[in-house]
């Protein structure tokens, strides 16, 4: 590959298959994506879904049981084709969920490890370092190793370490999952500002989906091995592809209703959607977030409202957790204000019908036209 280009540095991702073996199922499915130059692309999805698989095989570290990986519209990788480029010629950073530095290193050494084998010369190496170091809150542990410092600041490390070449492709596997909250918060603004800065494209892999939501410019769900929703955070928060794409994306768990059963919540629902134009027969469940809840009286005239009495109230510091009983079932409301609410008391609640997700027998989404 040519090295220095970076006209395109763009992913893509053809039919890869990866299996293990040994009569395990696959850890990931005829994924395909393109991820395009200067993407913030977010792998998210739970444990085991094949995050990390999907990371390491376009690093070249894991090799494809099918399909095909392009760098720049190049191939790197294909089973087919006889083609492999080695890792190390695929000009990527990577930080791993165990950033390995070199334990008989400094700080400092771990940094300029890199700059080295690329043959950067002594003063742009320290001009780099300092500013690496500067810029992830480092400085003060330039001269210790890394047994020296703790779990998070070793985090931080490996992201220098890594940001200090400026690759063009930087993978990141749950490189902030070491660090308290605050950090957190603090390193990803940090990641973002990094990002627009190098103008690289970034794959960063989360189970998170707060994180995925506030770093992506798009999210790739993952269940199974299987790509579930490429979008936009909102497009994946507002209009889930599927039932577990909805049930997964969300702070607080998204009320489903299932259509098959009966009972008051059931009949609401139902008279509900009899002002939708949709067929009723086609929606198997609905999804309402907790927060499309509107718990006051007043308001969307339009709709039919459903009666709830207040369970419990839990406040969150900012906003409140109402959970609602509907004919002995249970739902998550999210309000800004309490003002007239209290457990045991009757209330009514609507959703407004933007925010109603219909998914059918085989829980993908049904748009409402
Ligand atoms: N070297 C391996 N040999 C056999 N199976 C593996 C290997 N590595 C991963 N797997 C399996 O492949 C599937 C996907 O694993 P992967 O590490 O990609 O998941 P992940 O989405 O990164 O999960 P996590 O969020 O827990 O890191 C899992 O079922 C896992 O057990
Ligand atoms: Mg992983």
């Given at each position: 590959m040519?090295?220095?280009a970076?006209?395109?540095?763009?992913?893509?991702?053809?039919?890869?298959?990866?299996n293990?073996?040994g009569?395990?199922?696959?850890?990931?499915?005829?994924l395909?994506?393109e991820?395009?130059?200067?993407?913030?692309l977010?792998?998210?999805?739970?444990?085991?879904?094949?995050?990390?698989t999907?990371?390491?095989?376009?690093a070249?570290l894991?090799?494809?049981?099918?399909?095909e990986?392009?760098i720049?519209?190049?191939?790197?990788?294909?089973?087919e084709?006889?083609?492999f480029v080695?890792?190390?010629?695929r000009?990527m950073?990577?930080v791993?969920?165990?950033?390995?530095?070199?334990p008989?290193?400094?700080?400092?050494?771990?940094?300029?490890?890199?700059?080295?084998?690329?043959?950067?010369p002594?003063?742009?190496r320290q001009?780099?370092?300092?500013?690496?170091?500067?810029?992830?809150?480092?400085e003060?542990y330039r001269?210790?190793?890394?047994?020296e410092?703790s779990?998070?600041?070793?985090?931080?490390?490996?992201?220098?370490?890594?940001?200090?070449?400026?690759?063009r492709?930087?993978?990141?596997?749950?490189?902030?999952s070491?660090?308290?909250?605050k950090?957190r918060?603090?390193?990803?603004?940090?990641?973002?500002r990094?990002?627009s800065?190098?103008?690289?494209t970034?794959i960063?892999v989360t189970?998170?989906?707060?994180?995925?939501?506030?770093?992506?410019?798009?999210?790739?769900?993952?269940?199974e091995?299987r790509?579930?929703?490429?979008g936009?955070?909102?497009d994946?928060?507002?209009?889930?592809?599927?039932?577990?794409?909805?049930?997964?994306?969300g702070?607080?768990p998204?009320?489903?209703?299932?259509?098959?059963?009966?009972?008051?919540?059931?009949?609401?629902?139902?008279?509900?959607?009899?002002?939708l134009?949709?067929?009723p027969?086609?929606?198997?469940?609905?999804?309402?977030?907790?927060q499309?809840l509107?718990l006051?009286?007043?308001?969307?005239?339009?709709?039919?409202r459903?009666?709830?009495t207040?369970?419990?109230?839990?406040p969150?510091?900012?906003?409140?957790i109402?959970?609602?009983?509907?004919?002995?079932?249970r739902?998550?409301?999210l309000?800004?204000?309490?003002d007239?609410?209290a457990?045991?008391?009757?209330?009514?609640?609507?959703v407004?019908?933007?925010?109603?997700?219909?998914?059918?027998?085989?829980s993908?989404?049904?748009?409402?036209?």
């Open positions: 040519a090295s220095g970076r006209e395109m540095s763009g992913v893509s991702i053809r039919s890869v298959t990866k293990y073996g009569g395990t199922p696959n850890a990931v499915a005829d395909d994506l991820i395009p130059e200067a993407e913030f977010c792998l998210l999805g739970p444990s085991g879904c094949g995050k990390s999907t990371l390491r095989m376009i070249g894991e090799n494809l049981s099918s399909g990986i392009l720049d519209g190049v191939t790197v990788d294909s089973v084709k006889g083609i080695r890792p190390e010629d000009n950073g990577l791993f969920q165990n950033y390995a530095l070199w008989h290193m400094t700080v400092e050494q771990n940094i300029e490890f890199g700059l080295k084998i690329r043959k950067i002594q003063p742009e001009r780099r370092i300092g500013e690496v170091a500067s810029t992830l809150g480092i003060q001269r210790r190793y890394p047994s410092i779990g998070g600041q070793q985090q931080r490390v490996a992201l220098a370490r890594m940001i200090a070449v400026s690759p492709i930087i993978l990141l596997d749950e490189p902030l070491n660090l308290d909250a950090l918060l603090d390193m990803r603004a940090e990641l973002k990094i990002h800065e190098l103008g690289s970034f960063f189970h998170d989906q707060w994180e995925a939501m506030t770093l992506a410019t798009t999210i790739a769900v993952m269940n091995g790509l579930q929703q490429l936009k955070p909102e994946i928060y507002e209009r889930p592809a599927n039932r577990f794409v909805a049930e997964f994306v702070t607080l998204i009320n489903i209703i299932e259509m098959a059963d009966d009972g008051a919540l059931k009949a609401w629902m139902s008279a509900y959607l009899s002002h134009p949709v067929n027969s086609e929606i198997a469940s609905v999804g309402l977030r907790p499309s509107d006051r009286p007043a308001g969307a005239a339009d709709t039919p459903c009666a709830a207040i369970l419990d109230i839990v969150t510091g900012g906003n409140w109402v959970e609602l009983d509907v004919g002995g079932e739902l998550l409301a309000s800004g204000d309490i007239g609410l457990t045991g008391r009757q209330v009514t609640f609507t407004d019908r933007k925010h109603v997700h219909l998914f059918d027998s085989g993908s989404r049904i748009n409402v036209v």
